[in-house]
């Protein structure tokens, strides 16, 4: 087993930009760890910032989606693209969040056996259908999220959340990204 983050050899910057740095020991400290994901992106510090700013304004920004919302759309793609490293760190995500392993387990295994309301498996619904068929969605699948109370804005977030996973998920299966030995253990 090697400690590169990818299966692909592109060593981090040495040294690391100090923002850089400064973001890593602020993940160490929340985290306990760096993400490999990070870890990834540390070759090139363009790549990294910008793969960070779309993350942290999607998963932590403004949003009348909550952050566990957002998470379970990111599984839910992850799981459809079979994103080892996603399914591993954002099952974790949803585990801790939720309060309830069972649901995050289900949520990577098969998002339609967790116990969800009609809300949660609409958007979940439509952002499988932006992951698997994009091209097919017509007014009717924004209706029925408007119908469960989501909002335009709503909608536009929960397609811009989707839409980074599958970029995310496919960068992280063709690279080999690895997920931290950590993720498998927490909110257990």
Same mark, same amino acid.
């Given at each position: 087993?090697?400690?590169?983050?990818?299966?692909?050899?592109?060593?981090?910057?040495?040294?690391?930009?100090?923002?850089?740095?400064?973001?890593?020991?602020?993940?160490?400290?929340?985290?306990?760890?760096?993400?490999?994901?990070?870890? #990834?992106?540390?070759?090139?510090?363009?790549?990294?910032?910008?793969?960070?700013?779309?993350?942290?304004?999607?998963?932590?920004?403004?949003?009348?989606?909550?952050?566990?919302?957002?998470?379970?759309? #990111?599984?839910?793609?992850?799981?459809? &693209?079979?994103?080892?490293?996603?399914?591993?760190?954002?099952?974790?995500?949803?585990?801790?969040?939720?309060?309830?392993?069972?649901?995050?387990?289900?949520?990577?295994?098969?998002?339609?056996?967790?116990?969800?309301?009609?809300?949660?498996?609409?958007?979940?619904?439509?952002?499988?259908?932006?992951?698997?068929?994009?091209?097919?969605?017509?007014?009717?699948?924004?209706?029925?999220?408007?119908?469960?109370?989501?909002?335009?804005?709503?909608?536009?977030?929960?397609?811009?959340?989707?839409?980074?996973?599958?970029?995310? &998920?496919?960068?992280?299966?063709?690279?080999?990204?690895?997920?931290?030995?950590?993720?498998?253990?927490?909110?257990?």
């Amino acid at each position: 087993m090697t400690d590169r983050p990818t299966a692909l050899d592109l060593p981090p910057m040495d040294p690391l930009p100090d923002a850089t740095a400064r973001y890593f020991a602020l993940c160490e400290d929340k985290l306990g760890m760096v993400p490999n994901v990070l870890r #990834a992106y540390a070759f090139d510090a363009a790549k990294l910032d910008a793969f960070t700013a779309m993350y942290n304004d999607l998963m932590l920004g403004p949003s009348a989606l909550s952050k566990l919302e957002r998470e379970m759309i #990111a599984v839910v793609v992850s799981a459809a &693209n079979r994103c080892w490293y996603c399914q591993v760190a954002h099952g974790a995500a949803v585990r801790a969040l939720s309060g309830d392993p069972g649901l995050g387990e289900a949520m990577v295994m098969n998002w339609r056996a967790a116990p969800l309301d009609a809300r949660q498996t609409a958007m979940l619904r439509f952002a499988e259908k932006v992951t698997l068929a994009s091209h097919t969605i017509e007014e009717a699948d924004r209706d029925a999220l408007r119908a469960q109370g989501f909002t335009d804005r709503d909608i536009w977030d929960i397609a811009a959340v989707a839409g980074f996973f599958a970029m995310s &998920n496919r960068v992280a299966s063709a690279t080999g990204m690895r997920p931290n030995p950590d993720y498998h253990a927490q909110a257990r």
